[in-house]
């Protein structure tokens, strides 16, 4: 205030002097300088201030697909709530009925969720639409109608995550084409359904914008390929009994850029994680009895490890020095690898290998240098990411079929009863908080923007500090 009253005197002296005659004073200019280079500098200090003085807002960052912005489920969030409950309703902003079934986690961009599901009587795979902040339905569409698949119980039809770049959203489907074959690696041959992968995207506003089926699939225990973004390729492994492939697709178009046969012809269901490491881009995934690490650009294989089993659900994680990989069936393992190798590098980069953990479907965490593993059976585990040495394992649920997740330095793990139990990764076990929801739940959680989303078998909840306040 006085500065503006400084200028204004300033300005109706100069002006009293010109109607006089007198000469302006020199010093008029750079007095309005001065107050101008105050002003600039008061501007740059309030800059710096919110610059370095408050944190900047990571609550809200997206979780555009599989297992989130990193595609190894952590969250850089710091405001979710650590406590809720479903029959209270503390801190629970919404609930909303979901149609149809599946275990496809939510994926969030903005404003808008999206989620798919199986209309199991219709033989409907749709996808839907929600406001994030709501919860209210936005759209519904149909994605294809086929019979549906055979699967293993545990499974469900619409259990691949979408992913999004902020423009389309992308959905992965089997179709079935009406033909029974034999199954292939199982201990007693039957009948199962074949058919092809279905890949599609969609708008924001719901219009399709293309659909293809880049190749043929057959499992006994259903489909699960989520499919991965990355530049402008989207990437779905085609893993299956037959003729398996891992295919690159235009993501504007749908049209095939690469596809790279796959040799042990066996099923299995992990996304590729993607790294910049060791001075090139390394697509690193395990199945169909072995552990890969591709170019996402071309497919050219970089290493590989031999088995070590058969068969692979949970995706892979890596913390700078080693990519882990948990195993699965008929045997079972973790197993971290050195990511500098060429060639078949089974016999020397593997830094350590231990058989005492039963972690066959829910994909691991790494966090302040410790591996955490959530066991099928429920049991939680805790190794030095380093050695492998073990420090824990203690029962922490029913059963785990949901991946880890991680934010404010804990992991958290949601049982199929859709209890979670929040945990500090250490040398000794620490739970800080166990929450119900009220539901069952085989969805991986999402974080997005403060909250935290979770799929049960009929809603749909986000919870948020102070709830729908």
């Not at 699967?151 to 423009?167: Q, R, V, Y």
């Not at 045997?331 to 066959?360: F, K, L, Q, S």
């Not at 999402?446 to 909840?461: C, E, P, S």
Request: glycine letters at 10%.
């Amino acid at each position: 205030v006085g500065s503006h009253k400084h200028a204004r005197t300033m300005r109706t002296s100069a002006a009293q002097r010109h109607q006089s005659g007198a000469s302006p004073q020199p010093n008029l200019h750079k007095h309005a300088r001065t107050l101008r280079e105050f002003r600039m500098n008061l501007f740059l200090l309030f800059s710096l201030f919110f610059t370095f003085v408050l944190p900047p807002r990571v609550d809200a960052e997206n979780w555009p697909g599989w297992r989130g912005p990193r595609g190894d489920g952590s969250s850089l969030d710091t405001s979710i709530p650590l406590e809720w409950d479903g029959s209270s309703g503390k801190n629970v902003a919404w609930k909303t009925a979901v149609p149809g079934v599946g275990h496809a986690s939510p994926i969030v961009y903005g404003d808008r969720l999206f989620l798919v599901a199986c209309l199991e009587e219709e033989e409907e795979r749709i996808l839907l639409c929600y406001d994030s902040r709501t919860g209210k339905q936005v759209w519904q569409k149909t994605v294809l109608t086929s019979p549906l698949e055979t699967k293993n119980k545990l499974n469900s039809f619409a259990s691949s995550t979408p992913a999004t770049d902020g423009e389309l959203v992308y959905v992965a489907f089997q179709e079935v084409d009406g033909n029974m074959v034999e199954s292939l690696n199982t201990s007693k041959p039957r009948p199962i359904t074949s058919g092809r992968m279905v890949v599609a995207a969609y708008d924001f506003e719901g219009n399709q914008r293309w659909l293809v089926r880049p190749g043929t699939f057959a499992s006994c225990h259903g489909f699960c390929s989520s499919p991965i973004l990355y530049k402008d390729k989207l990437i779905v492994n085609g893993d299956h009994d037959g003729d398996s492939y891992i295919v690159a697709l235009n993501k504007a178009s749908g049209e095939t850029v690469w596809k790279r046969p796959r040799e042990h012809k066996t099923r299995s269901y992990t996304p590729p994680l993607i790294r910049e490491t060791n001075g090139r881009t390394q697509m690193v995934f395990s199945g169909s009895h072995c552990v890969v690490s591709l170019d996402p650009n071309d497919g050219a294989r970089h290493w590989k490890i031999d088995g070590p089993t058969e068969q692979y659900v949970a995706s892979m994680v890596y913390d700078g020095t080693y990519f882990y990989m948990v195993a699965g069936f008929p045997t079972y393992h973790a197993m971290a690898i050195r990511p500098d190798g060429e060639g078949n590098v089974t016999d020397t980069h593997v830094a350590w290998h231990v058989t005492n953990v039963r972690c066959y479907v829910p994909s691991p965490s790494v966090i302040d240098g410790y591996l955490v593993v959530a066991d099928d059976r429920g049991t939680g585990n805790c190794f030095d990411a380093a050695t492998g040495e073990r420090f824990w394992q203690e029962r922490l649920g029913d059963h785990f079929s949901a991946s880890l997740v991680t934010a404010k330095g804990l992991v958290f793990f949601l049982a199929d009863d859709g209890t979670m139990t929040l945990v500090r990764p250490g040398r000794e076990l620490e739970v800080v908080g166990t929450n119900a929801i009220g539901e069952e739940c085989r969805a991986s959680p999402a974080i997005a923007d403060g909250r935290l989303y979770l799929r049960g078998d009929k809603h749909l909840f986000c919870i948020r500090a102070g709830g729908g306040e």
